[in-house]
């Protein structure tokens, strides 16, 4: 695949518009794709709906070789490879969901070089077996999907994205980009100095969200005043989140009683 500088700024062109049917990059994906193709290390805050993933899915297909993207998602990492696939691209994910005879399959396919991109939960990659067998293959970018986990908070809840740390060392050479849409200045730093040693280049494109508003009331009435809100918002769909479980139910039935459309419940 070509190398020089002169030659991505064609072949990226090809790859945006061939594969992923854009004719322009949108603000800031194109100096992110730069650094990824140069080698750099890259940590990029951008707000959800931005075009993180095509940051680095469009040097993934120019480097060639294999990339793999941390995702910590299972309906994600299905989502962006079952878009990838339709965009022509040969995409696989391992995941937990899937069966022990298909993730041997897809690791058959990546260990064959068949594979362009692979997605992996931090839990799955960080395993001794995993980042040994990457070693024999030809990885050619590391891409890190909501980077923020990284950082202090982030880790408790996720303990194996703390542990990506490694990969550096692991994968000497391999320039890795950590994606997120919430870093503050110090959340920044500490994904820079864990994840990077203490050097990457860094890409802020802001945390605007024009189509979220947020308001914030004092709780009198938690039942009237959501009544109150949803009489304001006919024929609208939106999520309710409660501190447990057992609250959820209890509101859930409450929204039922009074003719409201039941949801389901789903557990964090």
């Known amino acids: 695949m070509p190398k020089p500088h002169q030659d991505w700024t064609t072949h990226k062109c090809i790859v945006l518009r061939a594969t992923f049917g854009y004719e322009n990059f949108r603000p800031g994906q194109e100096t ?49 490879v079952a ?19 298909d993730n041997i399959a897809v690791w058959r396919r990546v260990a064959e070089g068949s594979v362009r991109i692979l997605y992996l939960a931090p839990e799955r990659l960080m395993t001794e077996r995993m980042i040994a067998a990457l070693q024999n293959l030809n990885v050619t970018l590391i891409a890190v999907d909501e980077a923020h986990c ?13 542990s990506l740390r490694t990969l550096r060392e692991a994968f000497p050479g391999v320039p890795i980009g950590a994606f997120t849409a919430t870093a503050d200045e110090a959340t920044r730093r500490d994904i820079t100095r864990k994840l990077f040693g203490g050097s990457a280049d860094l890409f802020v494109a802001g945390f605007d969200r024009p189509n979220i508003k947020l308001t914030v009331e004092a709780k009198s009435n938690t039942r009237r005043q959501l009544l109150a809100f949803l009489e304001d918002h006919p024929g609208e769909s939106g999520i ?18 009074k003719a409201i459309a039941p949801f389901p419940i789903m557990q964090a």
Not at 150 to 162: H, K
Not at 244 to 253: F, L
């Open 32 to 80: 992110i794709v730069d650094s990824l193709l140069a080698g750099r290390n890259v940590l990029a805050v951008m707000p959800t709906g931005s075009g993180k993933s095509l940051c680095y899915q469009v040097p993934a297909l120019i480097k060639g070789g294999l990339a793999i993207v941390v995702s910590p998602l299972v309906a994600l990492m299905h989502d962006q």
């Open 83 to 101: 878009a990838l696939r339709l965009a022509g691209v040969a995409a696989e994910t391992i995941n937990s969901s899937a069966s022990r005879d």
């Open 150 to 162: 990284i950082s202090q908070w982030g880790a408790s809840f996720r303990p194996e994205y703390d």
């Open 240 to 257: 309710l989140y409660a501190l447990y479980r057992t609250s959820a139910e209890k509101i859930a039935a409450f929204l039922v009683g």
